[in-house]
């Protein structure tokens, strides 16, 4: 079976690799909240309605994870330039070490691997990982359906 990428997630995913390598872009609030976690976990892509567990995450259509690693967060912001919709993840240590070693196992998992990532009960993307990630930082580019500030505040909830 052939699954399509569509664009959003692989902009995730590229913005996903490069905030690994270089500092944010443009105006960042500081939001006075500092903690909290993202959820992740690896699936695989799935054709709609073969499966009742195939849901779509920001158009991509991957099996509903049965669980989920909490991968703790020292500080959320939102990341506010040019018209972008996303926020900065800084995890702590031992949420960089979960978000690293899922990133490999997605990324060994083939073309049909996803990364999931979750904050409370909102799924926020599914995107394919070329290679693992390094570092403590991501920025996670969100779709134009959901808040910046709403998702940062979800994560500083977790």
Do not use: W, Y
């Not at 909240?33 to 499966?51: H, K, M």
């Not at 997605?106 to 996803?114: C, D, I, K, L, V």
Request: with cysteine; charged share 20%.
């Amino acid at each position: 079976m052939t699954s399509r990428t569509p664009r959003l997630p692989l902009v995730v995913l590229i913005l996903l690799a490069l905030s690994a390598c270089s500092a944010a872009v443009g105006t960042t609030k500081t939001l006075p909240v500092t903690g909290g976690t993202i959820e992740l976990a690896v699936s695989e892509t799935c054709a709609e309605g073969a499966d009742p567990q195939c849901v779509a995450v920001n158009g991509e259509n991957v099996v509903l994870p049965s669980a989920f690693e909490r991968a703790s967060v020292e500080n959320a912001t939102v990341a506010e330039a040019k018209g972008q919709n996303a926020v900065d993840v800084t995890f702590n240590k031992d949420g960089a070490a979960v978000f690293h070693a899922l990133t490999e196992k997605a990324a060994r998992g083939g073309n049909s691997a996803r990364l999931v990532m979750k904050a409370g009960n909102r799924l926020l993307a599914a995107v394919a990982v070329m290679h693992a990630l390094e570092g403590d930082h991501v920025q996670i580019n969100l779709s134009p359906d959901d808040t910046a500030q709403e998702v940062a505040d979800l994560i500083h909830g977790g």
